[in-house]
């Protein structure tokens, strides 16, 4: 995975924001996941943009975080979500 992947949400996957946090449920396996602030602003501008250089610019702007840092990070919890089912490759 790189930051030229484009992802998004599947269909199966409900999510739902609870004061400033994300959580998201895979209804055809069941996995549970959390998201804090971050996270949720990580989510926020995937759905938005899709790209994740597009997210990894915003966050940038956002964030007081080195490039390289910031980019190790987004692709982790990408691969990570991309794992558990909530995340695919957009097409």
Not at 11 to 26: I, K, S
Not at 27 to 52: H, I, M, P, Q
Not at 64 to 88: H, T
């Amino acid at each position: 995975m790189t930051l030229h992947d484009t992802l998004r949400i599947p269909d199966q996957v409900a999510t739902r924001q609870l004061g400033g946090e994300t959580v998201l449920l895979n209804l055809e396996t069941g996995t549970y996941f959390g998201l804090d602030a971050v996270g949720s602003r990580f989510l926020e501008l995937l759905e938005k943009n899709g790209e994740l250089a597009a997210v990894h610019r915003a966050m940038l702007e956002e964030f007081d975080v080195a490039p390289e840092v910031l980019e190790a990070d987004l692709l982790r919890l990408s691969k990570e979500m991309c794992a558990k089912g909530l995340l695919v490759a957009r097409s």
